[in-house]
């Protein structure tokens, strides 16, 4: 909390992760029938050090996917198929797929963890807290144990988690109490850069609210890079610094969260930040035609033209190009941002 | 004015556990609420989880006995139905919607047969009939037959298995709905349709709605009155549009300020140019909840 406002400077402009043109798809071979679903396609983005990094986009649009493929969490059928992820964790690169398993579990938890979707049931059912505590950070940390514990009730306290949660079986929390725990569990070992995947989309607004607010101080006082993935526009304007918008497997705008929010430029950002209903204005809201492609066979061209108001004939044709369309905003769209 | 639902002092108390280690929880605690029949509204009940809200749809729905108080449909009081037929009567008038549509659909059955059997069982429709009534229904939900016949629930998306579920609903022209928060599992950009489709069933249809949600954002679109629950008990209700702009009890104000809207972009407490002065009220805050 008492870091000095020069340090910050310092590291603010550098840069923790290049993800650069990442395909991802699942493949699939039964009886001679091949299957493929590209689920990401083409990504690319940066995130700096002590940034919190949004990604927004409705469900089935690769963000998932995308998430776990930065992390290597993948298995078959999902296949990297092309691209790099690259992190720089204390001045060194790590090409995450040229890392062997050994090194790779080096980095897992002390720089790099990843708060997984459904986080309220991520824990163990049958191993109390403290147990799973062992269980995930212990090797991590190098301490001996009841050092290790203590350490462990310091992190609890500072996160203002009671430490009493620790002999509780995780069915005796309830489900905002488990998210907290498994937050406190991804942040334990202090990592430089944290995934956080839809971790409030289970709980009511009040808890909503205290968890982001917990999620948000973690990443200050650690001052590590975090992405956050959900579909709630609301979260995003709320904790993000910066944006990125997904549909059908590409990135479709980025850009500071205020400014995409704000100047949406692609009209599937625009829709989705207009169609929110707000307490306050009673106007007359619309949803958007159709639904979103199929990812194993999708439209040629721009992905979203089918459902797209402003579909020209170039958008049958091609995929748009990203354009930056101010600092740090970029855009793909043929009818907004003509290269 | 007769009443259509006339939910009376009702609560709900489940007990836990023998005679030596009991446990007593009062899911629902003297709510009561009121539908006027011939005058089709959307009446919303918010509440954080654990409120008690679904007990209260499970209730209404005549799928759970209240512990004491009264619900009358129409006038009868709902755990008094006795018999096949006078059920039958019931569920043809109140149908229900679940929350997650990917769970309400058998994942081994064919959508349509939910459509055909709905269709037989409560408009008693025979022969070619059966397929004009599923027709007619998904119709109104903005979906043909033609979409959804011989299809798995695995073959469509959330949003329009919702709508199918919604259809199927439709297919008795129940004069009530209840639905348990309709939206929360469906995609952002068809969430607004889904809501849409209930205004449209007010107005076209002239059925009232129970819209049990934690969105207070939906709820103020669309609901005529709300209802907000905490720990079993109602604590304000009154024309949504007063209750939601301007809450009176404190619960009420909080569920309001959590509310995380997207006109908040850049200014918020959470972002890291905030003051230390917000940073500590939220601390003070918080704290006090852990």
Do not use: T, Y
């Given at each position: 909390m008492s870091a000095a406002p020069a340090l910050q400077a310092n590291v603010a402009?550098?840069?923790a992760l290049t993800v650069s043109n990442l395909r991802a798809y699942y493949q699939t071979k039964y009886f001679g029938i091949s299957r493929e679903v590209r689920?990401?396609?083409g990504v690319s983005l940066v995130i700096d050090r002590d940034e919190i990094y949004g990604l927004a986009g409705?469900?089935?649009?690769g963000k998932t996917t995308l998430v776990k493929t930065i992390v290597r969490a993948i298995r078959p059928p999902l296949n990297v198929i092309d691209g790099s992820v690259s992190f720089r964790f204390a001045g060194c690169e790590h090409d995450i797929y040229t890392l062997g398993e050994a090194e790779l579990t080096g980095l897992r938890w002390k720089h790099l963890s990843y708060i997984l979707q459904g986080s309220m049931n991520v824990l163990n059912p049958v191993r109390r807290v403290r147990e799973s505590f062992i269980d995930f950070a212990y090797r991590h940390i190098k301490r001996p144990m009841p050092e290790f514990l203590r350490f462990v009730e310091n992190h609890l306290a500072r996160l203002r988690l009671d430490p009493a949660v620790l002999d509780n079986f995780p069915h005796e929390l309830s489900g905002g109490m488990r998210q907290r725990v498994t937050i406190a569990l991804a942040s334990v070992c202090r990592p430089d850069f944290i995934v956080a995947d839809e971790p409030t989309t289970a709980l009511d607004v009040v808890v909503q609210k205290d968890v982001l607010g917990l999620l948000r101080e973690v990443q200050r006082e650690i001052r590590s890079s975090m992405i956050l993935v959900t579909h709630d526009i609301g979260v995003h304007a709320n904790v993000t610094d910066r944006l990125g918008v997904m549909y059908a497997g590409r990135l479709v705008e980025e850009g500071r969260t205020v400014e995409v929010i704000r100047s949406s430029r692609h009209p599937y950002t625009a829709h989705l930040v207009s169609s929110l209903p707000r307490i306050g204005d009673a106007t007359q809201k619309k949803g958007l035609e159709g639904s979103p492609p199929n990812l194993a066979a999708p439209p040629p061209g721009c992905r979203f033209h089918p459902r797209c108001p402003l579909a020209m004939d170039v958008c049958r044709k091609e995929h748009p190009p990203m354009v930056v369309v101010a600092a740090e905003h970029r855009v793909a769209c043929w009818a907004t941002a003509p290269p | 004015m007769s009443a259509l639902l006339d939910v009376d002092h009702v609560g709900m108390t489940y007990v836990a556990g023998g005679l030596l280690a009991r446990r007593v929880v009062r899911?629902?605690?003297n709510v009561s609420l009121r539908l006027e029949a011939g005058k089709p509204e959307i009446l919303a009940v918010i509440g954080e989880s654990g409120s008690g809200k679904t007990t209260l749809a499970r209730m209404i729905l005549n799928l759970a006995k209240p512990t004491d108080g009264a619900i009358r449909f129409l006038g009868n009081d709902v755990t008094r139905i006795h018999g096949g037929r006078a059920r039958m009567d019931f569920m043809r008038q109140v149908q229900p919607i679940f929350q997650n549509p990917f769970e309400a659909f058998?994942?081994?059955?064919?959508?349509d047969r939910y459509l055909f059997m709905s269709a037989r069982r409560f408009a008693n429709a025979r022969g070619g009939e059966i397929e004009a009534r599923a027709d007619k229904a998904l119709h109104q939900v903005g979906l043909s037959l033609a979409e959804v016949?011989?299809?798995?629930?695995?073959?469509?998306?959330g949003g329009q298995l919702q709508r199918i579920a919604i259809a199927r609903a439709l297919i008795s022209s129940p004069s009530l709905i209840v639905a348990d928060e309709p939206v929360s599992m469906v995609d952002a950009s068809l969430r607004m349709s889904i809501v849409n489709l209930f205004k449209s069933l007010r107005d076209e249809l002239k059925v009232s709605i129970v819209y049990i949600t934690h969105d207070l954002a939906t709820a103020y679109y669309i609901s005529d009155r709300v209802l907000i629950m905490q720990r079993g008990r109602a604590v304000e209700s009154g024309v949504a549009r007063d209750v939601l702009a301007n809450p009176q009890h404190c619960y009420s104000r909080l569920l309001r300020e959590s509310v995380l809207s997207p006109d908040d972009a850049g200014k918020s407490f959470m972002l890291a140019n905030a003051t230390p002065a917000h940073r500590s009220q939220e601390d003070a805050k918080s704290g006090s909840e852990t």
């Open positions: 402009s550098e840069r689920a990401v396609d409705e469900s089935s649009c | 899911a629902v605690d058998n994942p081994l059955k064919r959508l016949k011989g299809r798995f629930p695995h073959e469509m998306s």
